[in-house]
């Protein structure tokens, strides 16, 4: 069974303050990591799709790292509006899987 | 359209009442799924559908829950006999094919009281 943790749970950094979430992983198989950005009351809006260990992508302040077991979101000089919940998925080999979500990491960057 | 689009985005109805939540996808995308978000977790995946048929529904909590896309395109998600542990956001999402990212609606939220 595919299965997604992320940690923290929750994270408060300071506006320029600088840290990365992780997302550790187990598939049959990985298709595809992808990263969602939740803001409250909204649905996720898509970040990042990463298909294979050593990838990278980069938006703006983000930028998404995979290996065999985890990916990282990295965060540099955060912003208040960065304030989210991050969200982590993952899809599988094994027919039409769906995207299996982590619980998420819900990010406060203060000014 | 543009996006995902699910209406209502608010449904506050009593146990035992009978309620429909539609999604429209975004055009010409055939997958469509439907998840269900509890307060401080994440997305959890309730039904499959590519095309008109129901592809997976192995998400699906037990048999008051049922959703149809009867012409491949708009789908409604119908729950029976609500209970309060029904309570959720109902999240759909679209994409073009197999695999890839998925493109979220704003989400129903469903309160049972």
Redesign the interface.
Known sequence: EDQ?T?SPEALRLQEGESSSLNCSYTVSGL??L?W?RQDP??????LF?LYSAGEEKEKERLKATLTKKESFLHITAPKPEDSATY?C?V?GFS??????????TRLSVIA | GAGVSQTPSNKVTEKGKYVELRCDPISGHTALYWYRQSLGQGPEFLIYFQGTGAADDSGLPNDRFFAVRPEGSVSTLKIQRTERGDSAVYLCASRSGVAGELFFGEGSRLTVL
């Open positions: 997604v992320q298709r595809g992808f969602y009351g909204k649905g996720p809006e898509f799709t969200l998925a899809q027919g039409n899987t769906p995207l299996v979500f982590g619980k998420g």
